[in-house]
């Protein structure tokens, strides 16, 4: 309040500062326009659209197969989770039964890249409150998670690798053993990190009480995933509507207590530690057979329409699907949780410093491949 | 307070370990053995002569449209040397389109066309990664010498749906 | 005849002091993207000669070979004036700072006064940057320099007085005597974390790197800048970064004074010895960097103004109690520690920071077979 008075005497005049396509913690081309008043933000409009491929558009034209390289391109730090969400949405139409060992390896690689997802998170909100060492210890242990990914994908980052009706093949020999010993590394980073970052003073300084979001707000934005949690909504699809085969694993939901950047930093680095226990039960758990229930190549899906949902690192990611029996779909529209959860940028950045818009924006962990689409 | 001088014991016990480096053009991160690099054709050293037979089904199913076949009559089966009748004429894969999913080695019927681990190609212009027949079988013999590959199904059987 | 012998010294003195402190920079860049390295588990630079020794050199002639932009909007004169003000004032205060007993350009006795008077300038050439930049990143880094640096002025001043009290001179090489049998980092510790923190904060270090923060306003004032000129504003910050540290050193280190050297092998070995001290501190810099987060710029100004500025003074009343009523040492040094136990108690009690307060509850459904049903 006396900071207002402050400025009225002084009729200070704004300053329009256009942060983003090109700026370093926008995390990707966002941009956002920036109606600031010294150092505190008076305005904000955000601009979205800048790595628009038209994705949704492109899934008409191309058969379900090759949908699913498009679906890694959505969301590029979730690959595995964007494709097993589309090869969901297919079998779900298709009444397809998964292999219980596909299925299995599905649940261990998503929950591999959800890991790795929010590891890059811990990474970059290090980087956005001006930490510069926790990015390259997260990165030197997404490096781990990114080499097993290509030695059971194939890939680093686009696997291709969930097909409909399994996964492509069967998970090398020694597989077990290297997730072991990844796991163990994993568990080692990420105490790293909590020690490091997590109860800093200055971090603390930074981001409690910064960006706080109520739960009533988040859900009236159709905030979802860590984001949500954050706010002390115990919503996650894995729990409430368990897909696939997670019903089976014993884990928690991390909620926060008040929503604030703090709150969504912290539930993020909670579920590593629960993504890491599931991995841990699918793999004592992990049954012999099949990978894959056979399908034509040129697969044609009946009439009809679905819709699936899943948990994503990023929250709750939808695809909407009609078939109209040919073999392409005919419109495929994807719900996805980075661009809900930008929607809230606004209120939340308003009457915040500069300094801090940085860090709400890095604490929603958006990915531009996702929002724009 | 406490938790800034946790911080600094953790940077200062990290000083103390090993980097994690690898000085990349000197030294090269071990590929895994499925790693996908940029799809190569096959040569089938006993006949010398590709694998391929151009018939285009990998073509069709390219999520970008970044190659092109073309089939020949193979010279080789009227002499009696080889059991394709047909065979692959000329081949080009743009490699700076190619997103390297890996469905061209899936539909496949011929083992022609293999995922290599050649993955450092840069070039200096823009068409330079544009590749004809002789380069893909460069590297597809690079590639096969390289992991001892085998074809996966019986040749002669796909030989003959191919025909039919 | 004997005017150009003097100019001629002088000259020759000027561009020595140029060169040395040139190679300084050059070396604390290697030592910082070296420990920075091994601090995130990197190797630094490794290829431009042995360990990448070679590096700063291949970057200063990349700078300097580079084409300088110009934005159609800067102001021109301000423009290319900035640099220079920010570069001279820290290359003039090396005048007065000694490296050795005897070892200095010109030993004044209001040595730590001109250093004082002359690094405050330096903030007239990061706000000429920012504001002649049009460039609204640079504006708003200039301002936030200016801000900063303003009011870190006062706890550095205050804790340099503590200091020149205990002295009884403002002249380096005297303080640095007066250490001889203790230095003043065991009377003062107060005064010394005072000094550093806010010394960080003049030379623009983590954690209180805000003006040139990066993933804020992308450099700060010097976003505009390139090539030769962006140099010279780099180059003032290292000799910044070295002089802060040598200050501490001087004067509360007790500078190239080590317990057991005496006599002539002061001078020269007492080099030797204030490097060693100096880099010891700059590593500490380093180490900060590599570990802490950044402010932001209203805690900055709260933390300067409602913690260091009433720590500085208090400094001082104590120091003045202690040289007015002849306490022992010890009583001084066990004060100081006292203050600043409780400072650090307070600012943790104040964070709150027990695990306990700052965690996410973990929430799991009591039966899952419920929840499957739906």
Same mark, same amino acid.
């Given at each position: 309040? *006396? ?5 009225k005497? !002084? ?10 396509p ?19 933000? @008076? ?16 899934c ?8 699913v ?24 139409l ?10 299995y390896?599905?649940v ?28 390259m ?33 069967? @998970? ?11 796991i *163990? ?8 990190a ?28 159709? @905030? ?26 014993d ?15 912290? *539930? ?18 992990? +049954? ?6 056979p ?6 899906? +009946? ?9 994503n +690192?990023?929250?709750?990611?939808? *695809? ?16 996805? +949780? ?25 604490? !929603? ?9 | ?25 000197k ?27 151009? &018939? ?32 692959v ?8 389109? &190619?997103?390297? &999913? ?10 022609a ?23 893909l ?12 590959w ?13 025909s039919? | ?14 561009l ?51 084409? $300088? ?5 800067v ?14 004032? %820290? /290359? ?9 007993? $005897? ?32 460039n609204?990143?640079?504006?708003l ?14 706890p ?5 007085? #503590? ?5 009884? %001179? ?13 230095v ?13 923190i ?9 954690p209180?790197?805000i ?19 962006? %140099? ?16 501490t050193?001087?004067?509360?280190? #007790? ?19 204030? /490097? ?6 700059i ?33 001082i ?49 009591? %039966? ?7």
């Amino acid at each position: 309040m *006396v900071d207002q008075d402050i400025n009225k005497k !002084l009729d200070t005049v704004q300053m329009m500062v256009n942060m983003g396509p090109q700026h370093p913690s926008t995390h990707g081309v966002f941009r956002m326009v920036l109606a600031v008043d010294g150092e505190r933000i @008076v305005d904000v409009e955000p601009h979205i659209g800048y790595l628009h491929r038209g994705s949704e558009k492109l899934c008409e034209g191309e058969i379900y197969v090759q949908i699913v390289t498009l679906f890694d391109r959505l969301d590029y730090l979730s690959n595995l989770n964007n494709e097993m969400v589309f090869c969901r949405a297919v079998e779900k139409l298709m009444e397809l039964e998964i292999p219980e060992r596909a299925e299995y390896i599905r649940v261990i690689l998503c929950e591999l890249n959800r890991v790795a997802s929010h590891l890059l998170f811990i990474g970059t909100f290090g980087l956005d409150v001006g930490a510069m060492t926790p990015s390259m210890y997260m990165f030197r242990d997404r490096e781990k998670i990114q080499s097993m990914f290509e030695a059971v994908t194939g890939a680093r980052m686009m696997h291709n690798y969930i097909r409909i009706g399994g996964i492509k093949n069967d @998970v090398p020999d020694d597989f077990i053993h290297r997730m072991k010993s990844l796991i *163990v590394e994993l568990k080692k980073g990420l105490e790293e990190a909590d020690k490091l970052l997590s109860f800093n003073e200055i971090f603390l300084a930074r981001t409690k009480n910064i960006g706080t979001m109520s739960a009533k707000m988040a859900i009236e934005y159709g @905030v979802s995933g860590p984001s949500l949690r954050a706010s002390g909504v115990p919503i996650d699809i894995r729990k409430d509507h368990p897909y696939s085969i997670y019903d089976r694993f014993d884990f928690g939901i991390p909620i926060g207590e008040i929503g604030d950047c703090w709150d969504r930093y912290y *539930v993020r680095l909670e579920e590593v530690r629960q993504s890491i226990s599931i991995m841990e039960q699918a793999l004592y758990q992990l +049954p012999d057979g099949d990978t894959i229930t056979p399908t034509r190549f040129l697969l044609r899906p +009946p009439k009809g329409e679905v819709y699936v949902r899943g948990e994503n +690192p990023r929250g709750e990611i939808g *695809v909407y699907m009609i078939s109209d029996g040919t073999d392409k779909p005919y419109r495929v529209k994807v719900r996805p +949780p980075s661009f809900c959860n930008l929607m809230t940028i606004k209120d939340l950045l308003i009457d915040t410093y500069v300094a801090d818009a940085v860090v709400i924006l890095g604490s !929603l962990d958006i990915v531009l491949g996702e929002v724009d689409r | 307070m406490l938790g800034n001088l946790k911080g600094l014991l953790v940077t200062l016990s990290s000083m103390l370990r090993k980097p994690v480096t690898y000085q990349y053009p000197k030294e090269h991160k071990p590929i895994e053995n499925r790693y996908m690099g940029f799809p190569v054709l096959m040569w089938d050293s006993q006949i010398s002569e590709p694998y391929c037979t151009g &018939c285009m089904v990998c073509v069709r199913y390219c999520p970008t449209q970044c190659m092109t076949a073309v089939m020949k009559d193979n010279p080789l089966h009227a002499e009696g040397v080889s059991k394709r009748r047909k065979i692959v004429d000329s081949f080009e894969i743009n490699f700076g389109r &190619c997103i390297v &999913c890996g469905i061209c080695v899936d539909v496949c019927n011929f083992d022609a066309i293999e995922m290599s681990h050649e993955h450092e190609l840069s070039k200096y212009a823009r068409n330079d990664n544009r590749s004809d027949l002789t380069r893909l079988l460069e590297m597809g013999r690079k590639y096969q010498e390289e992991t001892d590959w085998k074809p996966k199904t019986n040749a002669k059987e796909s030989e003959e749906e191919a025909s039919s | 005849m004997s005017l150009i012998i003097d100019v001629g010294m002088r000259v020759s003195l000027i561009l020595g002091l140029l060169t040395g402190l040139s190679v300084v920079v050059l070396s604390l860049v290697w030592v910082e993207r070296k420990f920075l390295g091994r601090i995130q588990m990197r190797m630094g630079p490794m290829v431009v000669g042995p360990y990448g020794l070679l590096q700063p050199v291949a970057d200063a002639i990349k700078l300097v070979a580079k084409e $300088d932009l110009l934005s159609p909007w800067v102001d021109r004169i301000v423009y290319w004036i900035a640099p220079l003000a920010v570069f001279i004032p %820290s /290359f003039m205060i090396w005048v007065t700072i000694p490296i050795s007993r $005897d070892i200095v350009i010109r030993n004044m006795d209001m040595g730590l006064f001109y250093i004082i008077a002359f690094s405050v300038l330096s903030i007239v050439g990061l706000v000429a940057a920012g504001w002649a930049s049009s460039n609204k990143y640079a504006v708003l880094g200039g301002f936030r320099a200016a801000a900063q640096l303003i009011s870190y002025e006062i706890p550095l001043i205050m804790a340099v007085l #503590g200091v020149a009290m205990l002295a009884q %001179s403002l002249n380096l090489q005297e303080i640095v005597n007066q250490q001889d049998t203790y230095v003043y980092a065991l009377v003062q510790p107060l005064g010394l974390l005072i000094f550093f923190i806010a010394g960080l904060a003049e030379i623009g270090r983590t954690p209180f790197d805000i003006h040139p923060a990066e993933s804020e306003v992308v450099g700060g004032p010097f976003v505009e800048y390139s090539g030769a000129h962006w %140099s010279i504003f780099f180059l003032a910050e290292y000799i910044n970064t070295f002089a802060v540290a040598a200050l501490t050193v001087l004067m509360f280190l #007790g500078g190239w004074l080590l317990p057991g050297l005496s006599g002539g092998a002061i001078t020269t070995v007492g080099v030797l010895v204030f /490097f060693a001290k100096t880099y010891l501190v700059i590593l500490i810099i380093f180490w900060f960097r590599g570990t802490f987060p950044r402010l932001r710029i209203d805690q900055l100004m709260s933390f300067g103004w409602k913690m260091l500025v009433p720590l500085s003074f208090l400094n001082i009343i104590l120091t003045g109690c202690y040289m007015f009523y002849g306490w022992p040492a010890w009583l001084m040094s066990i004060i100081s520690v006292t203050i600043l136990a409780s400072v650090f108690w307070l600012v943790s009690k104040r964070m709150n920071n027990t695990k306990k307060e700052y965690t996410v509850h973990i929430y799991k459904p009591e %039966s899952l077979e419920v929840k499957n049903a739906g």
